[in-house]
């Protein structure tokens, strides 16, 4: 496994590539990013045609763009896509027409409170068009006529998500989910795109107990599809994680499932708490990323969110400001690292059965005292053994052991491992 340190470099350096496309819910600005990120793991990539039922929705008309601009009466662009790919509404129909200023307004959005930055908007399913700007860029545009172009297409095509899967030896199902339909927004949510692909990379190295899943769609509807698609099979993911905003500066978060108490709830808890982290735990919302479409009470999937700063919680989210600036190699190599921590603990959260219940076993004759031999925490490694055998009975798992014990969860996955070898125990 690369060093923490090496990670974040890598993951920056995938950041800085997916920064300038321009993504949206469907079109070839999605199928560049998925190639890309294919070049780091073997993406399986699907294309699912417009006017296909997904549930509730439909699958809408795919949408690309090629250039846009506003130009001066002298010809000169005065805001332009070429520059960035947030100066456009997402999903504007073409337009190609020459209007006055004070007719132009209506279709300029801006932050007033935040003059120097560019915000981010789109129009999915209601056909429009517009461009994002600097307020203090629309305040230096004279009264006058100014040229409108924006050269895209709106036509029937394919909505495009991608999966990864890293097998483990049960079938059951770990998802990991991250949304690919933003543009140029650092933070919101290359960063996560970056995390899940080095955690799947780094999994894959190994042979985890759970398969894990990595999945890669749009917003809402990418999630939507992905559901609708797999919803015959969608009883063996057991436990989930979405990943978004994953490497600004602030402190983890992470969102509990609708459930409240799955395993995915309970396993982050930990972690995060026994890492002594800065972090905070939030309870669900119906808002926020699309763990709200895999916890919807239909699927009711044991699925959390884990986020540095949440959304909607920095000034700068949705805008130019969530930039290359705003995100860090340490804080994506952080957040990969509560991820790799987390999912090592539920990897190894058994139940146990003990297969000697009558009266304390005798470990000695075992040998399980000798092989802690020269251990600096010889006498945890003893109470872990004998709080393992006490709790398992088919109903507490590791975690619980943990917990009741107040051991390292480690060393209660050590014990587990020494006195089932032993033959004292069974999962």
Partial sequence: MAPMTDAGEEMYELVERLYPLCRSITGDGVRAT???????????TYEVPTGTQVLDWTVPQEWNIRDAYIADSDGNRVVDFAESSLHVLGYSVPVSATMPLAELRAHLHTLPEHPGWVPYRTSYYKPEWGFCLAQETLDALPDGEYEVHIDSTLADGHLTYAEYVVPGEVPDEVIVSCHVCHPSLANDNLAGIAVATFLARELAQ???????????????????TWLARNAERVDRVKHGLVLACAGDSGSLTYKRSRRGDAEIDRVMGHVLAASERPHKVDEFTPYGYDERQYCSPGFNLGVGSLSRTTYGGYPEYHTSADNLDFVSPKAMADTLAVCREAFGVLD??????????????QLGRRGLYDALGGRSDTKQAQMAMLWVLSLSDGEHSLLDVTERSGLPFDTVATAADALHGAGLIKA
């Fill in 34 to 44: 998925l190639d890309i990120v294919g070049e780091y793991i073997p993406l399986q």
């Fill in 206 to 224: 190994e042979t985890p107990y759970y398969t894990y899943r990595f999945i890669y769609a749009p917003g809402t509807i990418g999630a939507i």
């Fill in 348 to 361: 190894r959260n058994r139940r146990y059965l003990n297969l000697s219940p009558y009266g304390e076993p």
